[in-house]
């Protein structure tokens, strides 16, 4: 059972922005902002687009964006694109425990 | 480049076992762990366990205590997962992942391609 809770679907249209919301305990997502996130094409192995809550690895899009407001993290896809259909995931790690994944949001760009 | 490369795919009948793979290269091997995750046909992503590859020492999620075995071959800088006792249920692909920590945040980062373990009689 996760700990964290996506919407299952998100649906925009070209150049819309569209917003994921993963939402968790405090002991995942409330203390600092220890949320990462994935995108997953069909057939593909996931990818990191945001880690440490906020920051984007080298050659992600900066349409990608990460935030946290109280117990819920988000992620905002910006100027949406054909290519940005795919399955997202946040993730959390609590030090000492261990890691959750949310339940998946799947994009849907209409 | 960084990089992780898995075995391939397996068929395996009920009750067999099987061994996973997962080969790192671009880096020193031992400096960061290797996680492994599940992700059963259609449905999200699952964290099993993470191995320390200094210390060789294994973590299990819960749910995957008994029949999941992490284990690493450091002269050849693999991880390898195996699973026994194979049940219809085990089928998923089957991803290791290297663990980045800064401070006191972690991510993953890069993952394997995945590994495709069909259970079937």
């Known amino acids: 059972q996760s700990a964290l809770t996506q919407p299952a679907s998100v649906s925009g249209s070209p150049g819309q922005s569209i917003t994921i919301s993963c939402a968790g305990t405090?002991?995942?997502?409330?203390?600092?902002?220890?949320v990462s996130w994935y995108q997953q094409h069909p057939g593909k192995a996931p990818k990191l687009i945001i880690y440490?809550?906020?920051k984007r690895p080298s050659g992600v899009s900066t349409r990608f964006s990460g935030s946290k407001s109280g117990d819920t993290a988000s992620l905002t896809i910006s100027g949406l694109q054909t290519e940005d259909e795919a399955d997202y995931y946040c993730?959390?790690?609590?030090?000492?425990?261990?890691?959750?994944f949310g339940t998946g949001t799947k994009v849907a760009v209409l | 480049q960084v990089q992780l490369v898995q075995s391939g795919s397996e068929l395996k009948k009920p009750g067999a076992s099987v061994k996973v793979s997962c080969k790192a290269s671009?880096?020193?091997?031992?400096?960061?762990?290797i996680n492994w995750v599940r992700q059963a046909p259609g449905q999200g992503l699952e964290w099993m366990g993470w191995?320390?590859?200094?210390?060789?020492?294994?973590t299990y999620a819960q749910g995957f205590t008994g029949r999941f075995v992490f284990s690493l071959d450091t002269s050849v800088n693999t991880a390898v997962l195996q699973i026994s006792s194979l049940k219809l249920e085990d089928t998923a692909v089957y991803y290791c992942?290297?663990?980045?920590?800064?401070?006191?945040?972690?991510?993953?980062?890069?993952w394997g391609q995945g590994t495709l373990v069909t259970v079937s009689s």
């Open positions: 405090t002991n995942y997502v409330g203390n600092y902002n220890l």
């Open positions: 671009g880096y020193t091997f031992t400096t960061h762990a």
């Open positions: 992942a290297r663990d980045v920590i800064r401070g006191v945040y972690n991510w993953f980062d890069p």
């Open positions: 440490e809550g906020s």
């Open positions: 993730c959390s790690y609590v030090a000492g425990s261990d890691y959750v």
């Open positions: 191995i320390n590859t200094n210390t060789g020492r294994p």
